[in-house]
């Protein structure tokens, strides 16, 4: 088992390649130094070692949605 993801972890890894463990770290890795808010990049830095630390099964289990879209009040904006 595993630690569990926070609902800011999840979000922010839903707006990267989440298709497979490996791209997700990848996508991360890239992008944690253009982070300069401490808050997020703790979020970064605590999402990365979840996912380095689980198996790719376990991966393949996680629900990718941000949060809200599994809501009944979540309405989808017009663009």
Do not use: H, Q
Not at 28 to 56: C, G, H, Q, T
């Amino acid at each position: 088992m595993y630690d569990k993801f926070s609902v800011e972890e999840i979000n922010l890894m839903c707006i990267f390649d989440t298709s497979d463990r490996t791209a997700l770290l990848t996508d991360l890795w890239e992008r944690i130094d253009d982070v300069y808010d401490p808050d997020m990049r703790e979020i970064f830095e605590s999402a990365i070692d979840k996912l380095e630390r689980i198996s790719d099964d376990d991966f393949a289990g996680i629900g990718f949605y941000m949060a809200g879209e599994d809501d009944e009040d979540f309405e989808e904006m017009e663009v």
